[in-house]
């Protein structure tokens, strides 16, 4: 590829042009598959490739990120990125409960007067602060403790859609329990 042509193409793909992108798919497509997999695999890989490419097509500013030099060695790093955030991502993902020390140990040691506050807390909860279209997700992840991709399943929703509602839940319930904490 001449100096010309590389600056004509860098220019096309700054601006986001459908034929940029088309060449871009599929002369690095195994380039972006590589990266990712070294942190990833199998749906999660899948997943990570294609946000790649669809972050640069919907992105201006990351599109203008590259600058020219090895367009390779940029995807390597963008997408090794992304693949690191989807796996940071993915581990805080752990249904509450699965941490003994932290929410196992007073009713291993019998204490019911702690459940049942629990309870009666989570219930306040659902029923004051949690908006009405999360409450399936919230019963089916934080009361009956389904991994998530059994939740999205049985909710009949994309496990990235389950993902964000729980997040959001997370974010209530913490506000929730905190601001119930400074309450005399």
């Given at each position: ?64 990120g ?40 007073a ?7 702690h ?21 399936p ?23 990235t ?10 974010k ?13």
């Open positions: 590829m001449s100096v010309t042509t590389r600056d004509s193409w860098l220019s096309e793909f700054h601006r986001g042009s459908r034929e940029s992108f088309a060449e871009l798919y599929r002369d690095h497509f195994e380039t972006v598959e590589i990266a990712v997999g070294r942190v990833l695999s199998g749906a999660d890989k899948e997943t990570v490739i294609h946000e790649v490419f669809c972050y640069l097509m919907t992105s201006a500013e990351a599109r203008r590259f600058h020219g030099g090895s367009l390779s060695a940029w995807l390597m790093t963008l997408s090794r990125n992304k693949a690191i955030d989807f796996q940071r991502r993915r581990r805080r993902e752990q249904p509450m409960g699965t941490d003994p020390e932290r929410f196992g140990g009713i291993e040691a019998g204490s019911f007067e459940a049942a506050e629990a309870r009666l807390l989570l219930e306040r909860f659902r029923g004051t602060v949690l908006p009405r279209k999360w409450q997700v919230f019963d089916a992840r934080f009361v009956e403790q389904l991994e998530q991709h059994q939740a999205a399943k049985n909710l009949r929703m994309s496990r859609t389950l993902a964000y509602q729980e997040y959001r839940i997370r209530l319930l913490r506000r929730f329990v905190l601001a119930g904490r400074t309450q005399p």
